[in-house]
């Protein structure tokens, strides 16, 4: 889901320097009774986030508006491609400001490993940049490990019996602190539970079965800043229908009140 500000912050500073912790192979398509996503955002807050999709079901744009508060890129175009199994294989990411100019791009490509998950991904034609993903008995990701011989930088994600990704973690040189934690799921589909580690790269998936109703974000220090709620309606396939969020900042005890998200959907 759409997790607002600091969804956006963290998955921008996860991807420059980047939440269903899930299964996917990398085929990005929802079970034969679930909808895709076409699009999701608010006119109010002047960011709506579009989608289409192949005759199978791909994934193949994915446009994300930034609403006018993230100023440093106003929408990220993605534009993915698909080998015969219905692999992604590459992903073009370009960084566009309020001018409509391309601030920068990047080429994403992916490898697989024997099992057909997603093994790594790199910055084409740079394989030295390739970060490799691991991933526990049950298949969902654990660990993003950053271009390093000494594996001393990663992204670290733990999960509930449902499947859903409760604590989210960085370790960079010699210290490991929490990114996100306290979260709170409904027993909803989420819209991108099949996205895995694309939704992650495209800054929306919150790697889940579920989605979030409820989180707090940490600093490096493990201090809470702040925490995230979410009042959401469905739709009758069980989906998020609206969303809308309320931030409180722990330092100032303030109230943040956004203007209800809405998804929009087809549904097969």
């Not at 990114?179 to 099949?194: A, H, L, M, R, T």
């Not at 992650?200 to 995230?228: A, H, M, P, Q, R």
């Not at 069980?238 to 009140?257: I, M, S, V």
């Amino acid at each position: 889901m759409y997790q607002k500000l600091s969804f956006l912050i963290i998955c921008l500073i996860i991807f420059i320097s980047n939440q269903s912790c899930n299964k996917s192979d990398g085929n990005v398509t929802p079970d034969g009774q679930g909808c895709n996503l076409l699009s999701n955002g608010s006119q109010a807050n002047k960011a709506i986030s579009t989608f289409t999709y192949d005759s199978h079901n791909h994934l193949i744009t994915a446009n994300i508006v930034f609403p006018p508060y993230v100023t440093f890129v106003h929408r990220r175009m993605h534009t993915l491609e698909y080998n015969v199994q219905g692999q992604v294989i590459k992903m073009f990411q370009e960084h566009i400001d309020s001018l409509d100019k391309v601030v920068y791009s990047s080429d994403f490509r992916f490898e697989y490993d024997n099992s057909g998950k997603i093994s790594s991904f790199y910055y084409h034609p740079d394989t030295s940049s390739r970060h490799r993903l691991k991933y526990d008995t049950k298949g969902r990701l654990t660990h993003i490990y950053l271009p390093s011989r000494l594996d001393n930088q990663y992204y670290r994600h733990e999960y509930d019996d449902n499947d859903n990704c409760t604590k989210s973690y960085t370790y960079s040189g010699d210290k490991e602190y929490m990114n996100q934690g306290e979260s709170v799921f409904d027993d909803k589909k989420s819209p991108y539970e099949n996205w895995g580690v694309l939704g992650w790269l495209i800054g929306l998936n919150i790697l889940s079965k579920n989605n979030l109703t409820s989180y707090s974000i940490f600093n490096s220090d493990g201090v809470k800043i702040g925490t995230y709620t979410c009042d959401m309606t469905y739709n009758e396939k069980g989906y998020p229908a609206t969303a809308t969020y309320t931030y409180e900042d722990h330092k100032t005890h303030t109230f943040t009140y956004y203007a209800p998200d809405t998804l929009k959907y087809n549904c097969q």
